[in-house]
């Protein structure tokens, strides 16, 4: 079945950059998903790519796709403790009989100033 | 704003009292879905609704029920609590899809004695 999986815990220093890292085991996904979960708060829609592409950049995040080796990685530039959260990669099966979305077990990104 | 609000916040209950959380959105939008979170599982979706009266399972849907009487309400329904539900629950919304990037309520924290 489907399974997406991420490393526990990540620890940068503040203006470094952060690589969030995700595997997955189906391919047959039509989008795959970052979302941010702050304390106390629910999750965040940080951004998203096709699965038919390979890279997305939106201002600090960069998202890459590597379909081969089924790995998604999230690259956030000059990291502030703002960005301190537990980030979830998810993956999304929409179309025909199949509604599902699968989430990683989160990861915490600690941003030390 | 546009928001996701869950109510209550907190809830400590006692097994088998019947207990309703409610969702709900200002979005206008037609999918929405229950989600439970809890330690090294990630998000797992309870139920997930296309539009009003239409509802289905997701992959955790067993000991809870929900209604979709009207497009911005979406309640999570415990007619008989068990301690195995205390969890962490987050409704959701999209324009999308059921599982199309989502709008998150802040969560409900459920403990059942």
């Known amino acids: 079945g489907e399974d997406v999986e991420q490393s526990l815990f990540l620890s940068v220093r503040e203006g470094d950059s952060s690589v969030i890292n995700c595997t997955y085991t189906?391919?047959?996904?039509?989008?795959l998903y970052w979302y941010k979960q702050e304390p106390g708060a629910g999750l965040q829609l940080l951004t998203y790519?096709?699965?038919?592409?390979d890279m997305k950049q939106d201002q600090r995040l960069t998202v890459l796709l590597n379909k081969k080796d089924k790995h998604l990685s999230l690259r956030i530039a000059d990291t502030q403790t703002g960005d301190s959260a537990i980030y979830f990669c998810?993956?999304?099966?929409?179309?025909?009989?199949?509604?599902?979305?699968?989430f990683g077990t989160g990861t915490l990104l600690a941003v030390q100033p | 704003e546009a928001q996701v609000t869950q109510n209550p916040r907190y809830l400590i209950t006692v097994t088998g009292k019947k207990l309703t959380v409610t969702c709900s959105q200002n979005?206008?939008?037609?999918?929405m879905s229950w989600y439970r979170q809890d330690p090294g599982l990630g998000l797992r979706q309870i139920y997930y609704?296309?539009?009003?009266?239409?509802?289905d399972k997701g992959d955790v849907p067993e000991g809870y029920k929900v209604s979709r009487k009207e497009k911005r309400n979406f309640p999570l329904i415990l007619e008989s609590p068990s301690p195995n539900q205390t969890s962490l629950y987050f409704c959701?919304?999209?324009?999308?899809?059921?599982?199309?990037?989502?709008?998150f309520g802040s969560g409900t924290q459920l403990s059942v004695l």
């Open positions: 959701a919304s999209s324009l999308q899809g059921p599982n199309e990037k989502l709008f």
């Open positions: 189906d391919s047959s996904s039509t989008y």
């Open positions: 790519i096709f699965s038919n592409m």
């Open positions: 998810a993956e999304s099966f929409s179309g025909g009989a199949t509604n599902k979305l699968i």
């Open positions: 979005m206008n939008h037609e999918y």
């Open positions: 609704s296309m539009n009003v009266e239409v509802t």
